[in-house]
């Protein structure tokens, strides 16, 4: 299996589509170029600029889906004819008010009845942080509650009620669903209630996954612990293995809060742990589902690898590996055309609310300057392809 092949990689675009692509990622592998258009994209949106339709011509369309799920449906529909499934993602961050949060959840129910639409065993990605005030949550760490004490919160309690709404539904139509991990401070809170979700859910078939950040440095002790309990117990354990995306913001939190910082010092450390982790999961895959969420070429090789040495035949059924809508399709499409489940996730809303998740991309591929590279460059070998075929 060739991960590199770009005519499979990007058979879903069309030639204007890859030029946009090969446009944007030459323009956000320039951090000065990013910095600026992150600043123009937060004006435009401050203001009310009528600038609109150029961030949608351009970054909006290569990693966001559209606005409305009419449209979301039909790429659902056409990743499906490559053997591509979906994650469903309605995109809504930062927005901090319960009629805001009832809002997200009635987006979220609305997205398991498009996966119901779609296509058989797709799934829906889910911010807890969408749900219920993080602020408060985090007030809670700081007046030193017992755990009775803070499962008699409100925003607890309202939470709980709402993720377990998230997970009948999503059993009753068929669909998984991927809790997933955002901050330290709140992260703990979130891990009981997904971990007594799966628990409720997933005794005959896996339906709930909670992600580990790997870049943490408590996971795989974290992941041990489960793997253990839910084997006595007899439960499917669903994890989504991912590095981690808020490297800096935690370690300039620990350091301003005066604690140690909860993740690793080093890229190699966090390899390292979710090597460990992909390990620890495959070979405990009669019960262990496990999704391998990364960009990283060599993480996904391991994964295939330790498919074929630990004969999992069934792998369609217990291996997900998953990258974010408009990066990596070079990994997406390919692992699709070799059969293994393969999927996207597709993050969609209205523009201007999907500004900071399109400024985290943006960031987050400047940043990484061999991924957005990389990007550029597979683009670029698949575009000079097509025009040697004309
Ligand atoms: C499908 C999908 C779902 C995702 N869901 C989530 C989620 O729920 N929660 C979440 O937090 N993230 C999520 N992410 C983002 C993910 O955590 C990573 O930020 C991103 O994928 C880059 O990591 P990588 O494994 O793809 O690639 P790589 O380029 O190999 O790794 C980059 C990552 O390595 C880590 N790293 C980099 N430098 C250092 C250092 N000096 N020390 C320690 N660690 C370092 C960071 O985590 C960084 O993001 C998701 C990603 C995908 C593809």
Redesign the pocket.
């Known amino acids: 299996m060739d991960l590199n092949n770009t005519k499979t990689a990007f058979c879903h675009l069309s030639d204007k589509e890859l030029r946009r692509n090969r446009f944007v990622f030459g323009l956000i592998r320039r951090p000065i170029l990013t910095k600026m258009l992150t600043k123009i994209a937060k004006n435009v949106v401050e203001y009310n600029l009528p600038l609109k339709f150029l961030i949608r011509k351009t970054v909006y369309n290569v990693f966001c889906a559209g606005e409305s799920g009419d449209v979301v449906l039909q790429k659902m529909a056409e990743m499906h004819l490559s053997g591509v499934n979906s994650?469903l993602d309605y995109v809504a961050e930062g927005e901090n008010s319960e009629e805001c949060f009832s809002q997200n959840l009635d987006k979220i129910l609305i997205n398991i009845e498009l996966c119901d639409q779609a296509a058989p065993g797709q799934f829906i990605?889910v911010?807890p942080s969408s749900l219920t005030d993080c602020e408060k949550l985090k007030s809670y760490g700081e007046e030193n509650l017992s755990l009775e004490e803070i499962c008699e919160k409100v925003e607890i309690i309202g939470l709980v009620d709402k993720m377990t709404k998230i997970c009948e539904r999503a059993k009753a139509k068929g669909v998984y669903v991927?809790f997933?991990?955002?901050e330290f401070l709140t992260q703990g809170y979130f891990d009981s209630i997904v971990k007594s979700l799966m628990k409720q859910f997933n005794k005959k078939d896996v339906v709930v996954f909670n992600?580990l950040?790997?870049?943490m440095k408590d996971r795989i002790e974290y992941l041990q612990e489960l793997i253990e309990e839910f084997e006595s117990e007899n439960i499917k354990l669903g994890v989504?293995l991912?590095?981690?995306?808020?490297?800096e913001q935690e370690r300039e939190l620990a350091k301003i809060q005066n604690r140690p910082s909860p993740?690793?010092?080093?890229?190699f450390?966090?390899?390292e742990a979710?090597d460990h982790a992909v390990h620890l999961c495959l070979k405990n895959n009669q019960f262990v589902y496990t999704?391998l969420?990364?960009?990283?070429k060599c993480?996904i090789e391991l994964g295939v690898r330790l498919i074929q040495d630990l004969n999992i035949h069934n792998h369609y059924s217990c291996v997900f590996f998953?990258?974010?809508y408009g990066?990596?399709d070079n990994l997406t499409y390919n692992l699709a055309e070799f059969h293994y489940n393969s999927?996207?996730?597709i993050p969609y809303g209205e523009l201007t609310k999907a500004i900071p998740y399109l400024i985290r991309r943006a960031d987050?591929n400047t940043a990484?300057n061999?991924?957005s590279g990389r990007e550029y460059e597979l683009l670029n070998e698949e575009y000079k392809r097509r025009k040697k075929r004309d």
């Open positions: 994650v990605g911010k991927y997933d991990a955002e992600t950040q790997l870049y989504k991912v590095r981690g995306a808020y490297l993740v690793y010092n080093e890229k450390e966090t390899d979710y999704c969420a990364t960009h990283n993480s998953s990258q974010l990066m990596s999927s996207k996730y987050e990484m061999d991924q």
